[in-house]
T-cell receptor
Framework: NAGVTQTPKFQVLKTGQSMTLQCAQDMNHNSMYWYRQDPGMGLRLIYYSASEGTTDKGEVPNGYNVSRLNKREFSLRLESAAPSQTSVYFC?????????????FGSGTRLTVV | AQSVTQLDSQVPVFEEAPVELRCNYSSSVSVYLFWYVQYPNQGLQLLLKYLSGSTLVKGINGFEAEFNKSQTSFHLRKPSVHISDTAEYFCAVSERSSGTYKYIFGTGTRLKVLA
């Protein structure tokens, strides 16, 4: 009963480096999401995938790209990391794009860009 | 919902006292409402949700919330808190907008239960 699994849990990058955050869910959910959480700003949506084969920009997409590899997996890529991307990143999934039954979140990736 | 407002960024309360965490939203359409809890160094976990029907909904860990359509509020309550309830609580709203659904989180309320 893993739910949503994110890797890695911690990462330190130098400015300009690239990396991919991995996310996988085992609940057969249709929709998946990437959020970033910063102090005092709550959760901000980066990208989402309403269903397999589709991706859309959220509130703060600049500097990120995503891939919905299959129904289970949704990755987030930082092509050239910047200090402003220091944050905690959460992947989430939902059964429906409406989010009717709520979201299931992973435990997060703590990213520091120096 | 154009916005979800959690007016209190921090709420200190003594153990075994009641607590209410406030959430207001602005929307002109029907919405679904949610409360999530985030314990330190963890992801968010669904506490409860309102979809339709009874305006009083009960969730896990003894929490409940009441939907008030006229006041566009969805306040979270617990009659007697425990130290283990110390966490951050997020209100969220899902509304239909331009053919898709938007899911909006509030900025969170940090509940600190004091011994």
């Amino acid at each position: 009963n893993a739910g949503v699994t994110q890797t890695p849990k911690f990462q330190v990058l130098k400015t300009g480096q690239s990396m991919t955050l991995q996310c996988a869910q085992d609940m057969n959910h249709n929709s998946m999401y990437w959020y970033r959480q910063d102090p005092g700003m709550g959760l901000r949506l980066i990208y989402y995938s309403a269903s397999e084969g589709t991706t859309d920009k959220g509130e703060v997409p600049n500097g990120y790209n995503v891939s919905r590899l299959n129904k289970r997996e949704f990755s987030l890529r930082l092509e050239s990391a910047a200090p402003s991307q220091t944050s905690v990143y959460f992947c989430a999934s939902s059964e429906l794009a409406t989010g009717t039954y709520g979201y299931t979140f992973g435990s997060g990736t703590r990213l520091t860009v120096v | 919902a154009q916005s979800v407002t959690q007016l209190d960024s921090q709420v200190p309360v003594f153990e075994e006292a009641p607590v209410e965490l406030r959430c207001n939203y602005s929307s002109s359409v029907s919405v679904y409402l949610f409360w999530y809890v985030q314990y330190p160094n963890q992801g968010l976990q669904l506490l409860l949700k309102y979809l339709s029907g009874s305006t009083l909904v009960k969730g896990i860990n003894g929490f409940e919330a009441e939907f008030n359509k006229s006041q566009t509020s969805f306040h979270l309550r617990k009659p007697s808190v425990h130290i283990s309830d110390t966490a951050e609580y997020f209100c969220a709203v899902s509304e239909r907008s331009s053919g898709t659904y938007k899911y909006i989180f509030g900025t969170g309320t940090r509940l600190k239960v004091l011994a």
